[in-house]
């Protein structure tokens, strides 16, 4: 799986952008109401991190804030697929999701020339 990337926003100092892969079983989603198919997904999605005096750390997610998008359809679930699937969430695709949430929650990366010299691979600057 792709490793789990966070940028950091600047609109609070908490606030972060969440980027990962995951398999999915697909089926039936109750909460849109329409059937999602079999495969690895990018997620991109705005989370709030926060550490508490005994050292526990709560992430949390609101609802429909973030976006889903299906980057290879499979039958099952194999270390061949997921390595296919990384290949395939490439900048673009990456950028474009990025671009979205940024847009539909108005947050602002915090510094957009330091995140694409931490992962040079996966993210371009954005506009």
């Not at 849109?32 to 991109?44: A, C, F, I, N, T």
């Not at 992430?59 to 061949?80: A, N």
């Amino acid at each position: 799986m792709l490793p789990k990337i966070r940028l950091q926003c600047t609109n609070n100092p908490n606030s972060k952008i969440e980027i990962y892969t995951s398999y999915s079983l697909g089926g039936m989603n109750y909460f849109s109401g329409r059937g999602e198919k079999r495969g690895y997904y990018l997620h991109v999605s705005p989370v709030e991190i926060t550490e508490r005096e005994n050292g526990i750390v709560c992430t949390s997610y609101s609802m429909f804030s973030g976006i889903k998008e299906c980057v290879l359809e499979c039958e099952r679930k194999s270390k061949r697929q997921e390595q296919c699937a990384e290949q395939m969430a490439d900048r673009a695709m990456i950028n474009k999701l990025l671009k979205h949430i940024l847009d539909k929650n108005k947050l602002v990366l915090e510094d957009k020339e330091r995140m694409a010299e931490l992962y040079p691979e996966k993210i371009l600057q954005i506009a």
